[in-house]
């Protein structure tokens, strides 16, 4: 995959037709905690709603189409030295090294645009390794396991906590 081709922007609600074709994959949304979305309908309000105001959520797109998207939520008050890290992309895509560029892109700006951000954090389900994968290519550190941690789709699932520091190199 070419990475010129990769950039991050904000949402638009004309993105609304490639979106639903990556989020209406149960696929794409197995270990997001927000479930598949089943209509166009649905995916406007979405876009509106939650991914435009969104502080930091990015669409991933390949040649300007959204293929996925990047979010960092930073926490508030006295944790607001941390932010959470989540993405998601089109199956299609999957294996072809997309998220890793654009999530080191996303790295590579965030620390400069979030005020008192030090650091990123992920957590990951045990079972996803192309996760994990990224994760780790991009400079992110295993830092453990967190046994029956995180509650999605109506399990509560093993998670690793990845972290990545302001001072940290990314790959």
């Known amino acids: 995959m070419d990475p010129s081709r990769i950039s991050l922007r904000p949402f638009k609600l004309s993105d609304v037709d490639d979106f639903l074709k990556w989020a209406s994959d149960d696929r794409v949304?197995?270990?997001?905690?927000?479930?598949?979305?089943?209509?166009?309908?649905?995916?406007?309000?979405?876009l509106d709603k939650?991914?435009?105001?969104?502080?930091?959520?990015?669409?991933?797109?390949?040649?300007?189409?959204?293929?996925?998207?990047?979010?960092?939520?930073?926490?508030?008050?006295?944790?607001?030295?941390?932010?959470?890290?989540?993405?998601a992309l089109a199956a299609e895509y999957w294996g072809k090294g997309v998220v890793t560029v654009a999530l080191k892109m996303a790295v590579s700006k965030v620390f400069e645009e979030i005020p008192d951000l030090v650091r990123l954090q992920a957590l990951v389900?045990?079972?996803?390794?192309?996760?994990?994968?990224?994760?780790?290519?991009?400079?992110?550190?295993?830092?453990?396991?967190?046994?029956?941690?995180?509650f999605c789709k109506g399990e509560i699932r093993d998670m690793f906590v990845y972290g990545f520091l302001y001072t940290d190199k990314v790959m």
């Open 29 to 46: 949304t197995r270990c997001l905690r927000w479930n598949t979305i089943t209509s166009r309908e649905e995916a406007l309000n979405y």
């Open 125 to 150: 389900e045990v079972e996803n390794k192309g996760s994990q994968r990224v994760l780790e290519k991009v400079g992110f550190l295993k830092e453990g396991l967190l046994r029956k941690y995180g």
């Open 50 to 87: 939650v991914a435009i105001p969104h502080p930091w959520r990015r669409s991933i797109c390949l040649d300007d189409r959204s293929i996925g998207y990047i979010s960092i939520k930073q926490e508030a008050g006295d944790d607001r030295c941390r932010a959470h890290v989540g993405y």
